[in-house]
């Protein structure tokens, strides 16, 4: 068990190193969820994650949930929750995450909002409140924001830009940490009805510059598959998805070359409710 405990510790340690931010961890599968943020056809409840410009698109009211199971480790799961709200005066979106277990475990909630800027440009911001558990040292907390933008270059062709946290600060409480500032320039391209290819040029605070690049195909109306890959460290991931009724549930892993798979599972619900 100590021995466990200590593996942990060690995990936690490396992926601070790894993560796409010095504090707040991402899920594994991360390139998964926001695959479709530049796409015109691929949107779905978590696209305003990664970009809350995309909110402006959203048409019906949407609510996900999404868990992995970090590395096989229990104590490193991760949960997502989104819901997107259309309404006359623009789209809000509500998020809220949670990473760890009872001795160490990061979570963050925030509310988006986001709308069109003619037929050309969407725009997006997000006000974020996130917060820190360390067995021993307290808790800790920070106030931070988010936005982007993003413009319709073509009908199968858009580009974005993504800051989060650009003011960084720091932590309250004992725990002396950070959250980074982080940038992101994004571009999709639907190459046909049934493929979509998306990719991203990353940037955070100390770390050098990380590639993301995936893809979508649709076999059908209700059945897809994603995969694609990370230039750091060579994480890739893949997952399938089927669509029934109001219904979107979708099976992913996530593979780090020294800590193993991540497998991922995820429901949506799209009642359909079309805004006025």
């Not at 002396?176 to 190459?191: I, P, R």
């Not at 219904?247 to 409710?273: C, E, N």
Request: aromatic fraction near 14%.
């Amino acid at each position: 068990m100590a021995l466990r405990k200590l593996y942990i510790i060690y995990v936690c340690i490396f992926l601070s190193q790894i993560s796409l931010s010095q504090s707040k961890k991402y899920p594994i599968s991360a390139n998964y969820i926001r695959l479709g943020t530049y796409s015109n056809t691929n949107l779905d409840a978590f696209s305003f994650t990664a970009n809350q410009a995309t909110l402006a698109q959203g048409k019906n009211f949407e609510a996900g949930v999404f868990g992995e199971k970090r590395f096989l480790l229990t104590e490193l799961n991760f949960y997502n929750a989104a819901i997107v709200v259309p309404t006359k005066q623009g789209n809000f979106g509500i998020e809220g995450n949670y990473f760890g277990f009872s001795s160490y475990n990061e979570s963050e909630i925030g509310l988006a909002y986001g709308r069109m800027l003619g037929d050309k440009v969407d725009v997006g911001i997000k006000f974020n409140y996130y917060a820190m558990r360390t067995a021993g040292y307290g808790n800790a907390g920070t106030v931070n924001f988010e936005g982007g933008a993003i413009i319709h270059l073509s009908s199968k062709l858009n580009a974005g830009l993504h800051f989060y946290n650009p003011v960084g600060g720091k932590l309250s409480g004992k725990i002396d940490e950070k959250l980074s500032s982080q940038y992101t320039f994004g571009l999709g391209y639907e190459v046909s009805e049934k493929f979509f290819l998306s990719g991203e040029v990353f940037k955070e605070e100390n770390i050098p510059v990380n590639m993301l690049a995936g893809f979508q195909y649709n076999l059908d109306k209700q059945f897809f598959v994603r995969a694609g890959l990370a230039s750091e460290n060579g994480n890739s991931y893949a997952g399938a998805g089927i669509r029934w009724k109001n219904f979107r549930l979708d099976v992913s892993a996530g593979y780090h070359q020294q800590l193993g798979f991540t497998p991922g599972l995820m429901l949506i619900i799209q009642p359909k409710t079309t805004k006025q």
